[in-house]
């Protein structure tokens, strides 16, 4: 069993970045985005951790991030938020986003 951590731990204490994928079931964008944050979760392996947050189950986080539309986006390190992509994207534009804030 994988144990549970609370997003704020996760993202101020992760070392790596964390990617946060804010979405809802009944959002078609945020469908058409989730493979590819799938797909970059298995690309950047060992390099980021992705995590999706429903904006429906926790809206207090949304919020903390003034997330108002959806799909958003937004890369943590160390707590910081550093990038922030609102809308979809495809692997190839999400990869270029990316890359500009990791470490070699």
């Not at 990617?19 to 469908?31: G, I, N, Q, Y």
Request: aromatic fraction near 8%.
């Amino acid at each position: 069993m994988v144990p549970t951590i609370r997003f704020d731990d996760l993202i101020q204490t992760s070392e790596l970045p964390v990617l946060v994928d804010f979405w809802a079931e009944w959002c078609a964008p945020c469908r058409m985005i989730g493979p590819v944050v799938k797909q970059v979760a298995k690309a950047y392996s060992g390099r980021l951790i992705t995590i999706k947050i429903n904006v429906d189950k926790r809206p207090a986080i949304a919020r903390r991030y003034h997330v108002q539309s959806i799909p958003t986006l937004i890369l943590f390190r160390r707590g910081q938020a550093i990038m922030r992509i609102t809308g979809a994207r495809s692997f190839e534009q999400l990869s270029r986003e990316i890359e500009s804030h990791l470490p070699g």
